[in-house]
T-cell receptor, first 111, second 115 residues
Framework: TQLLEQSPQFLSIQEGENLTVYCNSSSVFSSLQWYRQEPGEGPVLLVTVVTGGEVKKLKRLTFQFGDARKDSSLHITAAQPGDTGLYLCAGDYRTGNQFYFGTGTSLTVIP | GAVVSQHPSRVICKSGTSVKIECRSLDFQATTMFWYRQFPKQSLMLMATSNEGSKATYEQGVEKDKFLINHASLTLSTLTVTSAHPEDSSFYIC???????????FGPGTRLLVL
C-alpha cells in the first residue's frame, strides 16, 4: 500500500523553468523527508520537515510541510540539468522510525 | 555525514540459488537497519526493519522465509534472498539509523539479477 502519492510522476522541463512536486497522503506524519536519487545509487537526503506549516529553503529548492502534516511540496526555481533525478518524499507515521516512500517524481531538465 | 556500505554492489545468480547482501555502518553504531526493494522506475518499498539482537519486523506481503534478515552486530545487517527467482531481480537498498528519531543513512544499493 502506497501511503504517499506524488505528482506529477514524470516531469520534463527546459532549463530555467520553475516546477513544483507534490506529496500527498491521508495519514498524518511525524516528519517528512525529501530525497533525490540518481540511477543505480541510494537516495540522498535533501531536507527533513517536522512542524506543520514549516518552510525550508535549500538554495533553489523550497520545501513546505502542510499545516496538517499530511502533505508537502518541493519547489525548484530556475531548474538546471544537474537537478535531473528521481525525487522521493518519505514520511514516518509509526513508532520505530520506519519511513515509507512516496511514488516518486522523475525529473528531467533539458539544457 | 555517516557512511553506510553495501556488498556486493552487483550480483548475478542462477534461479534457485541463495544470495547474501551485506549492509554495514562504517562510522557509527546502527541500532536499527532497514531494507528496501526498488524495481525499475519505481519508488522504494520498505521490506523489513531490523533491530540488533532481535528478529526483524517484516512489512505486509514480504515473505520472511524468503528474505532472511540477520542483524548480528551494531554495524552489520545481512539480507539473504533464498531460492532466488527472476522476479526477485531488483535493486536492494539498506539504510541505518543510530536510534529513534535519528536520520537514516542509505547505502549505495545492490543490483540483483536472477537468471
Amino acid at each position: 500500500t502506497q501511503l504517499l502519492e506524488q505528482s506529477p510522476q514524470f516531469l520534463s522541463i527546459q532549463e530555467g523553468e520553475n516546477l513544483t512536486v507534490y506529496c500527498n497522503s491521508s495519514s498524518v506524519f511525524s516528519s517528512l523527508q525529501w530525497y533525490r536519487q540518481e540511477p543505480g545509487e541510494g537516495p540522498v537526503l535533501l531536507v527533513t520537515v517536522v512542524t506543520g506549516g514549516e518552510v525550508k529553503k535549500l538554495k533553489r529548492l523550497t520545501f513546505q510541510f502542510g499545516d496538517a502534516r499530511k502533505d508537502s511540496s518541493l519547489h525548484i526555481t530556475a531548474a538546471q540539468p544537474g537537478d535531473t533525478g528521481l525525487y522521493l518524499c518519505a514520511g514516518d507515521y509509526r513508532t520505530g522510525n520506519q519511513f515509507y516512500f512516496g511514488t516518486g517524481t522523475s525529473l528531467t531538465v533539458i539544457p | 555525514g555517516a557512511v553506510v556500505s553495501q556488498h556486493p554492489s552487483r550480483v548475478i545468480c542462477k534461479s534457485g540459488t541463495s544470495v547474501k547482501i551485506e549492509c554495514r555502518s562504517l562510522d557509527f553504531q546502527a541500532t536499527t537497519m532497514f531494507w528496501y526493494r526498488q524495481f525499475p522506475k519505481q519508488s522504494l518499498m520498505l521490506m523489513a526493519t531490523s533491530n540488533e539482537g532481535s528478529k526483524a519486523t517484516y512489512e505486509q506481503g514480504v515473505e520472511k522465509d524468503k528474505f532472511l534478515i540477520n542483524h548480528a552486530s551494531l554495524t552489520l545487517s545481512t539480507l539473504t534472498v533464498t531460492s532466488a527467482h527472476p522476479e526477485d531481480s531488483s535493486f536492494y537498498i539498506c539504510s541505518a539509523t543510530a536510534g529513534a528519531l535519528e536520520t537514516q543513512y542509505f547505502g549505495p544499493g545492490t543490483r540483483l539479477l536472477v537468471l
